[in-house]
């Protein structure tokens, strides 16, 4: 048996780089990148018709757009 180890996340890194699309002002590519990755979300927990989602604090709402579909 494999036991997978999770991967360590740079989160200064992550948080710089999240500083930095909010500050350059383009929302447009913000909105689109935040649209797929509900979307990506959704399928990676496979979410299927007739099942029930609670999105708590749901931001701008994409990934609860994408599970409701």
Excluded: H
């Amino acid at each position: 048996m494999t036991i997978a180890t999770p991967a360590t996340i740079d989160l200064a890194a992550v948080k710089s780089r999240q500083q930095a699309a909010w500050s350059s002002g383009d929302y447009a590519v913000i909105g689109t990148t935040l649209q797929i990755t509900g979307e990506q979300l959704c399928e990676a927990v496979d979410i299927q018709a007739g099942q029930r989602v609670l999105d708590v604090a749901a931001g701008n709402g994409n990934a609860t757009l994408a599970a409701a579909r």
